[in-house]
T-cell receptor, first 112, second 118 residues
Framework: AQSVTQLGSHVSVSEGALVLLRCNYS??????LFWYVQYPNQGLQLLLK??????LVKGINGFEAEFKKSETSFHLTKPSAHMSDAAEYFC??????????FGGGTRVLVKP | GAVVSQHPSRVICKSGTSVKIECRSL??????MFWYRQFPKKSLMLMAT?????????EQGVEKDKFLINHASLTLSTLTVTSAHPEDSSFYIC??????????????FGEGSRLTVL
């Protein structure tokens, strides 16, 4: 079985500051990991994913995440926050058949 | 990227009526689609896996007679909430898989459909 834990349901950052969203997972098989962003009343947009290979994954909008097997983590970062980054972010792990298990989500607030 | 469209985006209905939500993959064929439910300020809960030409596979605790899923073609899956009640009010999101298997098949999400049952 898979599970995902996102530390912090809310994160507040200043514009231009580092964004760090934490995600830890458990999986009985080698994981496929994803980060999605959701804007109000919209579906989910894929930011990035890790399947195999390079553990540092770069995504859209300047985000990146690093898969650390020893820490069972897949934290999401962005060096400099922008006002448009205000949204809800979900970490997810894929099980067989592409069934995704989502974390609880982290809402990012960006202060001017 | 590929586009998945849901319709309607918002629907309000009276208690006891049935509501159908459509999920279409606009520019690719999807043998598998997934239906999720999202409660306010909560994460997404997988309801069922919809397979083209066969019965949907429901997650534990999801009433299959309440949430009817049909995947009649490679580009369309429908979710019908039968005899809706206020507790069924939620944000329903579908996703469709394009391409190969786990990890290589890309998942694309619809815009979501907000159901409000009065």
């Amino acid at each position: 079985a898979q599970s995902v834990t996102q530390l912090g349901s809310h994160v507040s950052v200043s514009e231009g500051a580092l964004v760090l969203l934490r995600c830890n997972y458990s999986s009985s098989v080698p994981p496929y990991l994803f980060w999605y962003v959701q804007y109000p009343n919209q579906g989910l947009q894929l930011l990035l994913k890790y399947t195999t290979g390079a553990t540092l994954v770069k995504g859209i909008n300047g985000f990146e995440a690093e898969f650390k097997k020893s820490e069972t983590s897949f934290h999401l970062t962005k060096p400099s926050a922008h006002m448009s980054d205000a949204a809800e972010y979900f970490c997810a792990v894929a099980a067989a058949g592409n069934k995704l298990t989502f974390g609880g989500g982290t809402r990012v607030l960006v202060k001017p | 990227g590929a586009v998945v469209s849901q319709h309607p985006s918002r629907v309000i209905c009276k208690s006891g009526t049935s509501v159908k939500i459509e999920c279409r993959s606009l520019d690719f064929q999807a043998t598998t689609m997934f239906w999720y439910r999202q409660f306010p300020k909560k994460s997404l809960m997988l309801m069922a896996t919809s397979n083209e030409g066969s019965k949907a596979t429901y997650e534990q605790g999801v009433e299959k007679d309440k949430f009817l899923i049909n995947h009649a073609s490679l580009t369309l899956s429908t979710l019908t909430v039968t005899s809706a009640h206020p507790e069924d009010s939620s944000f329903y999101i579908c996703s469709a898989r394009m391409g190969g298997g786990l990890g290589t098949g890309e998942l694309f999400f619809g815009e979501g459909s907000r159901l409000t049952v009065l």
